[in-house]
């Protein structure tokens, strides 16, 4: 009996060599797990179920940390597959630090779950201000989307303690006055980098390009004094005439959240800035005139500045999400926003913390030569003004 007993040992040993001689697991030879998933669909829609959000990031994570990702068409449908069990399914624009919202959903093999517009709405995160203008009214639209801004004034951009309770500013077209107060408008400047470099954003249109580089109620030449961003990276003449422009959406993201790739834009007041000269690695440019391939909208996360002070903006002391950078199949990278318990499951996996490009720290600033002034259809340049609204 004894004898039979190693034998058997022997035969067992035998079998866990492999043709090298190193001892192996009956798990070495099983193949890679199958993970068992179902399908989840939806529609994403602004906060007071209104209006469609395309290009939202929709995604969720398994057991192991892995994403599964996709996003909101034009019409703000989307379809993810997803790990079976009950999960977490995250919705977001942007990066998600400023709209976001979660879901959680039991996902069933081989199934699809619908879930339903009142799950899928887009909350707002941002504390959001805008300062009145004379030919713009942008708050109309961020509250036809069903979310809340607050109004601050010229004086108040003035005062880093009143700004630095937002997340986002709008500064619209005509709102830089009583320029001749030049200790006002040095006190703007610099609050204004404090802001963007500690990751505040901020959006100006047409006329209010001067709060960025410099100049009066608009600029007329390149190199003027005043503003935060750089000469050297960006210059606007006010030499636009008014006029239809054809118009081509340069952005292939943007794009596919808009639904269209041309529009025609009503430049129908008596002039705007047009840019003239812009840094291509500064700046990502959004839309462009078709004819002439010039910047009609811009947008930046690559602002820095030295002696910046380090100061709270917004949101950040209540958040418990972190800005991550992760790859996807095809080399394709995405800046999201997680549960800070989530990070180094993630980092573990290769995602990197803060944004895929631009600073780590900086905020963004969008730059558009049209707006919705109050005298004229705007058609779809009013599509893509909530698609700045949302992506700040």
């Known amino acids: 009996m004894r004898k039979h007993y190693l034998i058997l040992l022997l035969w067992v040993f035998t079998l866990l060599i492999n043709c090298t001689g190193e001892v192996t697991s009956p798990s070495d030879h099983e193949g890679p797990e199958i993970i068992k998933t179902g399908k989840l669909t939806g529609k994403v829609m602004s906060q007071n179920g209104t209006k469609p959000i ?6 969720t994570f ?7 990702y996709t996003t909101s068409d034009a019409d703000g449908n989307f379809s993810l597959e997803a790990p079976t069990g009950n999960h977490t399914i995250y919705i977001q624009t942007g990066n998600g630090s400023n709209f976001r919202t979660e879901i959680s959903a039991n996902v069933k093999e081989n199934e699809n779950l619908n879930l339903d517009v009142s799950q899928t ?3 707002q995160v941002a504390k959001i201000a805008y300062v009145k203008g004379s030919y713009d009214k942008i708050e109309d639209i ?6 809340a801004a607050t109004e601050i004034t010229t004086n108040d951009l003035a005062n880093l303690t009143t700004i630095a309770q937002y997340d986002i500013i709008f500064l619209n077209c005509g709102s830089r006055i009583n320029y001749s107060n030049t200790a006002l408008y040095a006190a703007i400047d610099t609050n204004l ?10 959006y100006a ?10 100049g009066t109620n608009n600029t007329n030449n390149c190199s003027l004094a005043g503003g ?3 000469d050297s990276k960006l210059c606007s003449k006010n030499t636009g005439n008014s006029g239809m422009v054809a118009a081509t959406v340069n952005s292939a993201g943007l794009s596919t959240a808009l639904g269209f790739s041309t529009l025609g834009i009503d430049y129908d007041l008596g002039s705007w800035q047009k840019i003239v000269n812009y840094d291509p690695a500064y700046w990502e440019v959004l839309v462009k005139e078709t004819a002439t391939n010039d910047a009609l909208m811009i947008r930046t996360n690559h602002f820095t500045a030295t002696g910046i002070p380090n100061t709270t903006i917004g949101n950040a002391p209540n958040t418990t999400f972190t800005t991550v950078c992760i790859s996807l199949p095809g080399n394709i990278q995405i800046s999201i926003s997680v549960p800070q318990a989530l990070v180094p499951y993630l980092v573990a996996l290769g995602a990197t913390v803060g944004p895929c490009s631009g600073s780590s720290n900086s905020g963004y600033i969008y730059y558009t030569t049209f707006h919705n002034h109050a005298s004229g259809n705007i058609g779809n340049a009013g599509v893509i003004l909530q698609y700045v609204i949302l992506n700040l």
């Open 54 to 59: 395309g290009g939202a990031s929709v995604f």
């Open 62 to 68: 398994d057991d192991q940390y892995k994403i599964y």
């Open 121 to 123: 709405k887009l909350n």
């Open 142 to 147: 961020i509250q036809t989307l069903g979310y």
């Open 193 to 202: 980098a404090t802001f963007v470099a500690n990751g505040g954003s901020i």
């Open 205 to 214: 249109s047409d006329w209010d390009v001067a709060y960025l580089v410099g």
């Open 228 to 230: 935060f961003v750089p």
